[in-house]
């Protein structure tokens, strides 16, 4: 039983591309039913819009067939999320909002204020839709985000790692992650050396009796990067000791005045080996 969380925003964006599948919202489901939580399921389908003064009137007729075909296509993500969350016993609510990027962002980050977490699905491409609002949710909406690789639909958290640098945002990522980490059989705290300079840190041996005094059994280990690439390191951690998720906090950096992510996380969410559990 996962405590303290009892609201869980699922988010899907519809773009067309009848391939793909979401892990997140089994996923989400699965956890729901281990918290008895209520899942919110926002199935948006993005709003394509043409601004040349001059486009023709076939154009306009094309985009209008589109945003209808999308619209229905979320719609129907919709109603067959409800009818999967009504399978499993979960409380649901259900919206399939048919909106131009920018709006689609501020009505996700917006709603996801009003839940503990929200869910979403792994986006390898880093331009791509799904990838702007996984970065949105993280610095804008103020609460966790899980984001889960394609294939993982059902909620285990047996075997948590905790990547641990002693940083702020490493802090919050850990309080964050409390109640999976207090339900959860084993926990390790990582700390990767040899990448950047952990001197002024809180040592993971520090932060150790805070998580004690939590309920949290853990065991705290330090790990030599890999090739000096830190994702790398906790990728291959994370198979060889088959953990079910990685708790970390996302950084940012600013590229052309524009904030990314920085390189762990990204290459994290490139090749996500398990659901990654983010805080900013």
């Given at each position: ?18 391939e793909e599948r979401s892990s997140a919202l089994p996923y989400g489901l699965s ?226 005045r524009e904030m990314v992510l920085g390189g762990t996380t990204q290459s994290l ?12």
């Open positions: 039983m996962i405590e303290n969380i009892r609201s869980i925003l699922i988010g899907i964006t519809e773009e067309g591309e009848a956890l729901a039913r281990q918290s008895d939580a209520h899942v919110t399921v926002e199935a948006a389908s993005l709003k394509l819009t043409l601004t040349h003064a001059f486009v023709s009137a076939i154009a306009e007729g094309l985009v209008a067939a589109e945003n209808r075909r999308l619209d229905a296509l979320a719609r129907a993500v919709a109603d067959s999320s409800q009818r999967a969350a009504a399978a499993s016993g979960v409380a649901c609510t259900t919206q399939a909002p048919q909106l131009a990027y920018p709006a689609l962002i501020k009505s996700f980050t917006s709603l996801a204020r009003a839940h503990d977490l929200s869910i979403l699905d792994a986006e390898p491409i880093a331009l791509a839709v799904d990838r702007g609002l996984i970065e949105a949710v993280l610095m804008d909406s103020g609460r966790p985000l899980i984001v889960v690789p394609q294939g993982r639909e059902a909620f285990a958290g047996g075997k948590i790692v905790v990547a641990w640098d002693g940083s702020a945002k490493a802090a919050r990522a850990l309080n964050d992650a409390l109640p999976f980490l207090r339900a959860a059989t084993q926990v390790e705290l990582v700390s990767v050396t040899g990448e950047k300079d952990l001197a002024h840190t809180v040592p993971g041996a520090e932060i150790a009796p805070h998580l004690t005094r939590h309920g949290v059994t853990l065991n705290v280990l330090a790990l030599p990067a890999m090739e000096g690439d830190v994702a790398e390191t906790l990728r291959n951690h994370a198979h060889l000791t088959r953990a079910d998720m990685i708790v970390m906090g996302a950084y940012v950096h600013s590229r052309l969410l490139k090749n996500a080996p398990v659901p990654l559990f983010l805080s900013y």
